[in-house]
């Protein structure tokens, strides 16, 4: 067993779609990024590629590589996934925690949990995702943007 640590954050930025774990948020400002700026799945991807040493999303999917642009970040996570496998390791939970003051993440915490338990390859059950928010102090409680925290952890893969 392994434990990784992952953090992201994105400033809001009029104009873009907002994607959070993978999911379409409506009615809200987006997240700037040279990906989708998702930065639930960017955590994530930290988070299970840090329990593995292996990197971080910067250093697989750079932003210098015009590949990633505007990129599907599960697509970037479903590939985390593939290096983990690589290196004889397989997630076995995910626990995120989602800082903000809008939107409200609890009503997309399922379909969150969905799409990224389906990106690793686990069931749904070895994924958690919260919302907080940072009652109104600093970036955070400005509206300025979000923060996201993932702890992952790992195991040698089983067969
Ligand atoms: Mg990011």
Not at 110 to 129: F, I, K, N, Q, Y
Request: overall charge negative; charged content about 25%; proline content about 4%.
């Amino acid at each position: 067993m392994r434990i990784g640590n992952g953090y992201d954050s994105h400033r809001f930025e009029e104009g873009r779609p907002l994607i959070l774990g993978g999911v379409r948020i409506p009615d809200h400002a987006g997240l700037r990024g040279h990906s989708d700026g998702d930065a639930v799945a960017h955590a994530v991807i930290d988070a299970i590629l840090g329990a593995a040493a292996a990197g971080n999303v910067g250093s697989h999917f750079p932003p210098s590589d015009d590949a990633w642009k505007d990129a599907d970040s599960i697509v970037l996570l479903e590939r985390a996934r593939a290096v983990l496998h690589e290196r004889g390791y397989e997630v076995v939970n995910v626990d995120v925690t989602v800082v903000c003051e809008s939107p409200r993440i609890g009503p997309h915490v399922a379909a969150m949990c969905s799409r990224l338990a389906d990106a690793m390859g686990v069931p749904v059950d070895r994924v958690s995702v919260k919302g907080k928010t940072n009652e109104g102090m600093g970036w955070i409680g400005r509206g300025e943007g979000v923060a996201v925290h993932a702890v992952a952890l790992i195991r040698t893969a089983m067969g």
